[in-house]
């Protein structure tokens, strides 16, 4: 299956003030940097305050502007004889919904610290086995501007029933992509951490030798 059509790039004097193309993939690597930092110690945080019996191993901890999403794996439940794939699914899930239920009041009180350290919302998750599921999460409606091209696109989807409208659309075209090029996309995160890290080490780093030596009197 062929991607969406790729953006045009801006036409000249459509930067705002003062910006580039260049200036702009700059703060976006900075910005990216000081979130992951933040998120490292983040992990480290929840890594103290979880209560050590909930999860098998450290959890998987994803972040965004607005949220954070926890999600850690339960020890797998022991059935006795053989099993089906039908019937392990539905232990999975039941010991899921247990975890869930058990742990409700104690995750509310680590979200709100979360949340007072963060300023971002908290959302909860639990691996066990194959079975995988989300508690509540966050819907954030993001701004764009298509072309004509590009709007066509989404209303084929909404014509021919994939999508109930153009937002459902381009939802469905983001976790498309996510889907098959979740290499690409890692590659460019690692990607962008590089170029901070070669700011880091260009002319205007501070360091003291770097220095002007001082005028002789």
Not at 16 to 31: A, K, R
Request: glycine residues 8%.
């Amino acid at each position: 299956m062929e991607g969406p059509p790729a953006l045009p790039p801006p036409a000249p004097g459509t930067w705002p003030s003062g910006e580039s193309p260049t200036h702009v993939l700059l703060c976006n690597t900075s910005y990216m940097t000081t979130l992951e930092e933040k998120n490292t110690e983040l992990r480290a945080w929840l890594a103290g305050r979880l209560p050590a019996d909930w999860f098998t191993g450290p959890p998987e901890v994803a972040a965004d502007r607005e949220e954070l999403t926890v999600v850690g794996t339960l020890a797998s439940p022991e059935l006795t004889g053989s099993t089906h794939g039908a019937e392990r699914a539905a232990a999975e899930a039941g010991r899921i919904t247990q975890f869930r239920e058990d742990t409700r009041d104690a995750r509310i009180r680590i979200a709100r610290e979360l949340e007072h350290r963060t300023g971002r919302k908290v959302a909860w998750g639990a691996q066990c086995g194959d079975s995988r599921k989300l508690f509540t999460t966050l819907s954030v409606p993001v701004m764009t501007r298509l072309r004509q091209n590009e709007r066509r696109v989404l209303d084929t989807l909404v014509e021919s029933g994939v999508a109930r409208s153009r937002s459902d659309a381009l939802a469905w075209c983001v976790k498309l992509v996510g889907q098959h090029s979740d290499e690409w996309l890692t590659e460019l995160r690692e990607a962008l951490n590089g170029v901070q890290q070669v700011r880091d080490r260009g002319p205007g780093a501070t360091s003291d030798s770097a220095a002007p030596p001082s005028p002789t009197a």
